[in-house]
């Protein structure tokens, strides 16, 4: 079974800092692309930013110069660190990995969420 927790939301004043991490752990053969999404109430889930299995990152425009993904492939973890936030950070980020499983075989796995609220 393989399963996906995030970590290390929370609340935080306008202009603050976050870190997000994400540890895939179960058996898995190998991962591939990583990458965080996330939904405000009443909106669709959006892309955040991805990070290839060599590197290679993209981020929406709405984070670039402010948000940095990154992993750790030997640990399984995905991490955002969120700088400059804003009220319209405010959201649920969801950690999502394409990955090779034992038993489900390759496929997209989601994460439970964790609550990013950027309030005075």
């Known amino acids: 079974q393989v399963q996906l927790v995030e970590s290390g939301g929370g609340l935080v004043q306008p202009g603050g800092s976050l870190r997000l991490s994400c540890a895939a752990s179960?058996?898995?053969?190998?991962?591939?692309?990583m990458g965080w999404y996330r939904q405000a109430p009443g909106k669709q889930r959006e892309l955040v930013a991805v990070i290839t299995s060599g590197g290679i990152t993209n981020y929406a425009d709405s984070v670039k110069g402010r948000f940095t993904i990154s992993r750790d492939n030997a640990k399984k973890m995905v991490y955002l660190q969120m700088n400059s936030l804003a009220p319209e950070d405010t959201a649920v980020y969801y950690c999502?990995?394409?990955?090779?499983?034992?038993?489900?075989?390759?496929?997209?796995?989601w994460g439970q969420g964790t609550q990013v609220t950027v309030s005075s």
């Open positions: 179960g058996r898995i053969y190998n991962i591939y692309g």
């Open positions: 999502n990995v394409d990955l090779l499983a034992a038993i489900r075989g390759r496929g997209d796995y």
